[in-house]
Nanobody
Framework: QVRLVESGGGSVQPGGSLRPSCVVS????????MGWYRQVPDKGRELVAR???????YYPPFLEGRFTVSVDKAANTVSLQMNNLKPQDTAVYYC?????????WGQGTQVTVSS
């Protein structure tokens, strides 16, 4: 049974950093690509980071290199280091496979960037 549990969000001022993490159960991280996504009200989820099973990372250009995805396969955990946060980064952040399995979304973790 797949279970994705996100944590580590919070409230920070612009320019701050956060490192949400996702504990993964029921997904073999050695053969599945993983992604971090975010969603704001009235908009669909968008991909903000992808990590392939062999360690290749992808980020959309609009992030300007501020986010870094990593994995600890021994702990079945995928993390997202977010630096120089901006108000437009405010969203609920989720992890899932990439492409996502729509039956597997967790509860997400809220990130709020505000002065």
């Amino acid at each position: 049974q797949v279970r994705l549990v996100e944590s580590g969000g919070g409230s920070v001022q612009p320019g701050g950093s956060l490192r949400p993490s996702c504990v993964v159960s029921g997904i073999d991280l050695s053969i599945n690509d993983m992604g971090w996504y975010r969603q704001v009200p009235d908009k669909g989820r968008e991909l903000v980071a992808r990590l392939t099973s062999d360690g290749v990372r992808y980020y959309p250009p609009f992030l300007e290199g501020r986010f870094t995805v990593s994995v600890d396969k021994a702990a079945n955990t995928v993390s997202l280091q977010m630096n120089n946060l901006k108000p437009q980064d405010t969203a609920v952040y989720y992890c899932n496979t990439q492409p996502p399995d729509f039956g597997n979304w967790g509860q997400g973790t809220q990130v709020t960037v505000s002065s």
